[in-house]
């Protein structure tokens, strides 16, 4: 199990997780993944895992958002998971967004991926300077919660976010 660079190695595995996400119905999971092409995917992966490989140094991103450094996670090989991890915080961040987002492909949740993902996270989080990090997570995620909670997460306080209707919870881990 490791945190690798977003890489054309994982190509097969990380296209099928995104055909997973693809057909959930959960909202939640990273949007950009889910929205992406997948005959695009196949005709140029590496142009892909390049531009996800060039937002930590701010580019290729919307307006306005932070340097974010992305991960996959990745066991025997395969593509299990995505982490990205935004350097610094802005307004929207700090209240709704946090330091962390991470992601598991539903084929492999409920196994104890999520634990490792963000465990593994945190000292690239610290490499980059991050010695106190914001993580939230929506008050309905029971799953998410845990895996914060897991990692040493204390709450600080639950938010309202108008732009879903559901409250944020925000905790802290010192590392
Ligand atoms: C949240 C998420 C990353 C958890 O990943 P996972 O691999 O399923 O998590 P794990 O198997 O490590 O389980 C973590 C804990 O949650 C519990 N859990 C897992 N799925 C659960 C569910 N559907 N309901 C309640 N608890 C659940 C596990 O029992 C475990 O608890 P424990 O540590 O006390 O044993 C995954 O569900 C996911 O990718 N969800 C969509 C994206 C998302 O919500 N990201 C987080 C945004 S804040």
């Not at 977003?6 to 099928?16: G, L, T």
């Not at 593509?79 to 961040?93: F, P, Q, W």
């Not at 946090?98 to 996270?121: M, T, W």
């Amino acid at each position: 199990m490791k945190l690798v660079l977003p890489s054309v190695e994982y190509k097969v595995s990380f296209i099928e997780a995104v055909k997973e996400l693809q057909s959930e119905t959960t909202t939640m999971t990273t949007r950009r993944y889910r929205e992406l092409s997948i005959p695009e995917l196949e005709a140029d992966f590496e142009s892909f895992a390049e531009k996800e490989r060039s937002h930590a140094r701010g580019k290729n991103q919307p307006e306005g958002y932070v340097p974010q450094s992305e991960f996959w996670f990745v066991d025997g090989g395969e593509y299990i998971g995505h982490v990205g991890i935004r350097h610094e915080l802005n307004e929207h961040l700090k209240t709704i967004g946090g330091h962390i987002g991470y992601s598991i492909r539903p084929s492999k949740r409920g196994k104890g991926y999520g634990n490792k993902i963000l465990e593994f996270a945190l000292p690239k989080a610290k490499e980059l300077g991050i010695n106190c990090v914001l993580l939230t997570c929506d008050a309905t995620n029971v799953a998410s919660r845990k895996v914060i909670e897991k990692n040493g997460g204390v709450l600080e306080n639950q938010v309202p976010n108008p732009q879903t209707g559901i409250d944020k919870l925000r905790f802290w881990i010192d590392i």
